[in-house]
């Protein structure tokens, strides 16, 4: 496999939010592109020493989310994202991200003119994962 | 599919002396799934796992396994379960070998495979006497002798208990791996919460000898919420909050954690006029610890301590 | 089930291999022992207890024995037991898929194959050394076994007791360890009893009501009222015994060690007696504590007498003390002297050690020789009848047979002996029987006794011979002496004597003749059966008789405080004891009984016992006494009460439903933070 999932007890997120937030950032990251095979649910369970149900309910959101999907007699499968976002709650996730960043920029006394070009520069340099979105780079 | 419970009790009871260890439990455990039995120590788990066991008659109340009274088990009955003592006892004078050959005959359903399979794997030597074994090595023992005849039911005392991080994890794995049959159950008890949150299913909590909980694991974790909010001077009085668990007050901070978190706890905490309400998410260990913690506002022993100096 | 018994064999195989080597230690000291005896007895240095040549029979082998088998079993049943001690082992053990009886059951044979082999198998080979000859010079029967069998088996009991008090089901250690008084009496019994039968009744129920007890043990989760009916039953039987040997042991305990020292010395024992010194003159001597302090002739003339220089009373009657003989009559049981010996029976006596022969009457009445060298036996004397052929008759076996003193002076080598119709003279050198008296087909010999035929030279070649319907007297060759009938039949006066007298006074009676009453019988008449005497002249002739009062025979009357203590006993214990209680202290212990009963009423009414429980236990109470209230508190579990939320009472928390007011106990209080969501299948 191209990622390998990393789950930590104790944490606040629960354990399956864990695979899929990292599924996503694996495929956000480009580590895992469409038509990449995921580990079957028992494999996962078992390589991450965790109960299968809850590798199912991972893989359970991100098939609803459009991210996997499973073939018959073949596996589970990352998929091309439909856009099954609103715009608003698009902005929602995203908005969470920025405070974030922007404010870590202010503890760390970057300028907002730095900050900018700096987005700015990250912008012009990043490269589409394949099956890509709306932007095309 | 299933859908009867293998484990049952109605008002299960056990007195010691004058005092309950185990008050009126009603728990209902579906077949296939990991239950995991949580609580302090004494609150009554030990007992209750003896009492489903058939090892201890209860004070009161009633209780089957697998369709059967706990009063009165039967050997049909007693060659499906498989029952794990948290001491992980065996007859010191066996050796590996002997312990599977005597506990073999025992049974009509033996997989030698199993047996040498699991022995292995936490490193046994055939001809090792128990009484030179680690407590990690007699667990695995324990583990291979139990998980032999292939049981139905698997009981397991607080298997973990005393084991180095390497056992627990052999431990954990060879559960996981039992539940590649649907049809097999595991009930077990246990202190080890990041284990509880690898394999457990649902979670049953016991306090003080009562059943305060029984729910599938993620909903446990999403009722019990923590709620930071920050004043300008001095916390205000907190008022009663359904559901309230623990309060802790620092100079200019008042958390607050609280089991079903909803709309009117939220407007009682609005009510106190906060500069800052942010709801804090918990894990598994933290909510856990929170829920049979102590009740009430506290503060923190030791700078109380300081505070007397 | 058989790896079970394997496992148990190969667990405890160390307790069993120490046991059968103490035991075999044991006895080999015992057959040691017998040997030494034997070899003593040839020395002539000490008088033989002849019942140490045979070592199954030795008084030190039973006790030893069952000391050793007692504590044995009950070791080795605490130790099977306590390998499961610790609670998770137990439930390892438990929790397989058999029944608790079968788990019982295979426990069970593996320790009783232990305790035989421990136990049975030294005392078999000593049983089978003794039988072959060339090792034990005395004579043998299975009879003799039975001893050290019963005593075998009582330790099968105390192996169950022992077992019991092992298993952690009562509320505290010495309560379990009751179980072992039941076992005690099953070891008492073993010596008690005559016939081997008897104590085997007796061992087996005590066997079979703690192996019960054990089971029970086993099919509960460890409290009382998990057992089944049986178990319980068995438990409270054991713990029952427990608790009046308890009882019985303290009370006696107490009264020795702290009462009776403290309160002074017990009444002093009185007695009067009769006695004929040479002149034929009878005394009346009262002893006070076994010191003779007055002597009272027939027409009331005192012995004492200031004139006679200050000797004591005891001193001047034996200065003309008449010597004699005395027969006791054994016509209406001609096992007597064998049921008087002793409980564990006896078996055969020495009657003369000759030639490095040791000649035994056995308890069939046959004559066995034994040589010691050599330690096998020679043969046997048997008499003849009248035409010379072997008869099938025995010997006569008296009371005096039984106790052997071995005399290094005596030289002699021949004794008396008859059977029912001959007296012989046996004679141990030659190895002969001669006859030397015979009575006619219609009669029977009663008994015999050498008496001594005069006093110069103090020689006893006299016998003295009781039949059925004479008493004579017999010379060394057959002759008679005297004749005379047997004065009111043997089975009202079965004890004859005769002083032999040498007269200074001009007296010329040569023997006097006393017919002495059955003791039993005169003491039921109220002592009113007299003494007879007759004084024999010359030529035959009774030349005078006497009827003398009866003395009553010395009563040995308890002190208080052990009439105290039996107090402690139930009711119905006491017509075991008879006469020993006299009767106003009875209502005392009938007290307890009803006290006890009062508690144990109250008390099973306090917990809501069911009327049936409560009568069939105040039943118990009222039986067994204190002993029975003992066990009602140590058998039952008295389970928690708390108040009932709708009718204020106190209810015991182990039944559904309030006893007073019927309604259920109430699911605990919420407090608000329950999480409960379904557990649904996906």
């Not at chain 3, 105390?158 to 009562?170: H, V």
């Not at chain 3, 002993?627 to 140590?634: F, N």
Request: charged share 20%.
């Amino acid at each position: 496999m191209a990622v390998t999932f990393n789950i930590n007890t104790g944490s606040d997120t629960p354990i399956y939010k864990q695979i899929t937030d990292q599924a996503r950032l694996a495929v956000t990251r480009g580590r895992l592109a469409v038509g990449d095979q995921l580990p079957s649910v028992r494999a996962l369970a078992e390589e991450l020493v965790v109960n299968p149900n809850t590798v199912a309910r991972a893989y359970a959101d991100l098939m609803r989310e459009g991210l996997l999907e499973s073939r018959a007699g073949r596996g589970v499968f990352i998929t091309r994202k439909r856009k099954i976002y609103s715009r608003a709650e698009g902005w929602r996730r995203l908005e969470p991200l920025l405070h974030a960043l922007i404010g870590e920029a202010m503890i760390l006394d970057f300028t907002r003119e730095e900050l900018r070009a700096a987005f700015e520069e990250k912008l012009a340099q990043w490269k589409q994962p394949k099956g890509g979105d709306r932007n095309d780079a | 599919m299933h859908e009867e419970s293998v484990i049952q009790t109605r008002g299960l009871t056990r007195y010691f002396g004058a005092k309950a260890a185990v008050h009126e439990l009603n728990l209902d455990v579906p077949r296939g799934c990991v239950f995991a039995f949580l609580g302090r120590n004494g609150s009554g788990k030990t007992t209750t796992i003896r009492m489903l066991a058939g090892l201890l008659q209860p004070t009161r109340g009633s209780g089957s396994i697998l369709g059967c009274d706990i009063r009165a088990l039967t050997p049909e009955i007693r060659a499906r379960i498989g029952y794990l003592t948290e001491e992980h006892q065996l007859y010191s004078w066996m050796s590996v070998k002997e312990c599977g050959g005597f506990q073999s005959k025992f049974f009509a359903k033996w997989n030698d495979r199993i047996f040498h399979g699991i022995s292995g794997h936490f490193g046994l030597k055939p001809a090792a006497r128990v009484k030179d074994l680690s407590r990690g090595e007699r667990a695995g023992l324990c583990l291979a002798l139990t998980l032999a005849p292939e049981p139905e039911l698997l009981m397991l005392d607080d298997p973990g208990l005393g084991l180095d991080p390497v056992a627990r994890r052999a431990l954990v794995e060879s559960m996981i791996y039992l539940t590649r049959k649907s049809d097999r159950t595991i009930f077990f008890s246990s202190h080890n919460i990041s284990d509880v949150e690898r394999v457990a299913d649902y979670i049953a909590v016991l306090d003080q000898s009562v059943l305060r909980a029984c729910c599938p694991l993620g909903t446990f974790q999403e009722s019990v919420r923590q709620v930071r909010l920050r004043f300008a001077g001095a916390p205000p009085a907190l008022p009663k909050i359904p559901g309230l668990l623990q309060a802790v007050r620092t100079e200019n901070e008042l958390r607050v954690t609280c089991a079903h978190y909803n709309g009117e706890a939220e407007k009682i905490l609005r009510a106190l006029s906060p500069l800052e309400m942010e709801t804090v998410p918990l894990g598994l260990e933290d909510a856990f610890i929170s829920y049979l913690g102590e009740r009430g506002e506290k503060t923190f022993i030791l700078s109380e301590m300081e505070a007397q100096a | 089930m058989k790896a079970l018994i394997q496992k148990d064999l190969r667990e405890n195989l160390k307790v069993a291999l120490i046991g059968l080597l103490i035991f075999s230690l044991l006895l080999l000291q015992a057959y040691q022992d017998s040997i030494t005896l034997l070899n003593n007895l040839l020395l002539g240095t000490q008088p033989a207890l002849f019942n140490g040549l045979q070592p199954l029979l030795s008084n030190s082998v039973q006790p030893e024995a069952a000391f050793f088998c007692g504590i044995f079993g009950a070791v080795l049943g605490w130790l099977q037991s306590r390998n499961e001690a610790h609670r998770d082992l137990w439930a390892f053990l438990i929790h397989r898929p058999v029944t608790r009886t079968e788990i019982f059951r295979g426990k069970a044979i593996a320790g009783l194959c232990l305790y035989v082999f421990g136990a049975g198998l030294p005392m078999a080979v000593l049983v089978a050394v003794v039988r072959t000859p060339g090792h034990i010079a005395a004579p043998f029967e299975w009879a003799m076994v039975l001893p050290l069998a019963s005593i075998f088996l009582s330790g099968v009991a105390f192996y169950f007791a022992g077992w019991l008090t092992g298993l952690r089901q009562a509320r505290w250690y010495g309560i379990r360890g009751l179980g072992l008084g039941l076992a005690f009496i099953a070891c008492l019994s073993a010596f008690y009893f005559r016939e081997f039968w008897q104590s085997l009744i007796v061992i087996e129920i005590t066997v079979v009501i703690l192996a019960t007890a054990v089971w029970g043990a086993y099919q509960s989760g460890g409290c009382y009222r998990g057992h089944p009916a049986a178990g319980r039953l068995a438990l409270t039987a054991a713990m029952a015994g427990g608790c009046v040997v308890v009882l019985c042991a303290g009370a006696a305990l107490l009264m020795d060690v702290v009462v009776n020292p403290l309160s002074g010395h017990s009444s002093p024992v009185v007695y009067s007696y009769y006695e004929m010194n040479r002149d034929g003159v009878i005394y009346k001597v009262t002893t006070r504590d076994n010191e003779s302090v007055e002597a009272v002739d027939l027409n009331g003339h005192p012995l004492a007498d200031a004139t006679t220089g200050g000797k004591t009373i005891r001193a001047q009657l034996s200065e003309h003390q008449a010597y004699g003989a005395s027969v006791g009559t054994q016509l209406g049981d001609r096992n007597m002297a064998l049921n008087a010996v002793g409980r564990r029976g006896y078996f055969f006596a020495i009657q003369k050690v000759v030639d490095k022969t040791i000649w035994y009457l056995d308890r069939h009445g046959k004559l066995l020789g034994y040589d010691s060298r050599t330690r096998k036996f020679i043969g046997s004397m048997d008499p003849r009848g009248s035409d010379g052929a072997l008869t099938s008759e025995g010997f006569i076996i008296q009371p005096n047979d039984l106790y052997y003193y071995f005399q290094p002076d005596s030289e002699e080598t021949w004794r008396y002996m008859a059977t029912a119709r001959t007296v012989y003279r046996a004679d141990f050198k030659a190895r002969e029987l001669k006859p030397i008296f015979t009575l006619p087909n219609d009669d029977e010999i009663g008994g015999y006794a050498v008496a001594p035929s005069s006093y110069d030279r103090m020689r006893s070649e006299n016998l003295l011979i009781t039949t059925r319907k004479t008493v004579c007297l017999l010379d060394s060759e057959g002759r008679t002496l005297f004749a005379v009938p047997y004065q009111h039949g043997y089975v009202e006066y079965p004890t004859v004597e005769i002083s032999v007298l040498e007269a200074t006074n001009g007296s010329t009676a040569n023997f006097g003749v006393w017919f002495h009453p059955d003791a039993g019988m005169n003491e039921k008449s109220g002592w009113k059966m007299p003494v007879h005497v007759l004084w024999i002249g010359p030529g035959q002739t009774v030349a005078k008789t006497a009827d003398l009062p009866a003395l009553r025979q010395p009563e040995q009357l308890p002190s208080w405080p052990d009439k105290l203590a039996t107090t402690f006993l139930p009711p119905a214990a006491h017509p075991a004891f008879g006469n020993n209680i006299s009767n106003h202290w009875y209502p005392l212990s009938f007290a307890w009984a009803v006290i006890s009963a009062g508690i144990g009423w109250a008390l099973t009414r306090r917990y809501n016992y069911s009327i049936a429980a409560r009568v069939s236990w105040t039943l118990f109470i009222f039986v067994l006494g204190i002993a029975g209230l003992l066990t009602l508190l140590c058998v039952q579990e008295w389970p928690a009460r708390e108040a009932c939320p709708h009718c204020g009472k106190l209810r015991a928390v182990d039944r559904e439903s309030c006893e007073h007011c019927q309604s259920p106990f109430a699911p605990p209080e919420k407090n608000g933070t329950e999480i409960f969501a379904p557990l649904a299948r996906e």
